[in-house]
């Protein structure tokens, strides 16, 4: 588990308590195609583990029931599989987490999950990116469309003399 930490960009911690079996296996599957994993473990062992990681965790924090999230891709996505369960069912809370080595409360946790994915990111993006683009080349257009313009009206005139 130590070294499943080390490779983990995320690491989230939350109280399941209230999920049926079939809620966690679902809730794994979910954690697990978001590039993540979803590990129940004894308390005793994740602060074994979080103290060999030198990552410190208040005492009061590791009680009653607790799951563990690793996000190995991104590292958020696995944290709104997390958000979304509990908005579904009302379970897992969240508890604690890191994102690295920094300590995230459950707020950070919640505001983490709110922030769009790394597609619509990347979309956003892109779209901003080219926005600029866009408006250059209407611009070189609208010239464009204005010249033709111009050079039609003077051939209508210019016909209208001729005849």
């Known amino acids: 588990m130590v070294e499943k930490i080390k490779s983990a960009k995320s690491l989230t911690f939350a109280n399941y308590h209230g999920l049926t ?3 966690i296996a679902q809730l ?3 954690v697990k195609d978001a590039g993540g994993e979803f590990l129940v473990e ?7 583990v979080l103290r060999t990681s030198k990552l410190e965790v208040p005492k009061e924090q590791l009680t009653g029931p607790t799951a563990a999230i690793l996000s190995y891709e991104d590292e958020i996505t696995p944290i709104k599989q997390i958000a979304q369960s509990n ?7 969240f508890k604690f987490g890191f994102l690295g080595k920094d300590w995230l409360d459950p707020t950070d946790l919640e505001n983490l999950a709110k922030i769009p994915g790394r597609d619509q ?10 926005s600029p683009i866009y408006g ?10 204005n010249l033709v313009y111009v050079l039609d009206q003077v051939a209508q005139k210019n016909k209208g003399l001729v005849s």
């Not at 908005?87 to 809370?93: C, D, L, W, Y």
């Open 21 to 23: 079996a079939g809620q």
């Open 136 to 145: 250059i080349v209407s611009t070189l257009q609208a010239n464009i469309r």
């Open 42 to 48: 004894k308390n005793t062992l994740i602060k074994l």
């Open 121 to 130: 990111l990347n979309a956003n993006l892109v779209g901003a990116l080219a």
């Open 87 to 93: 908005k579904e069912v009302g379970s897992p809370t």
């Open 28 to 30: 794994r599957a979910k």
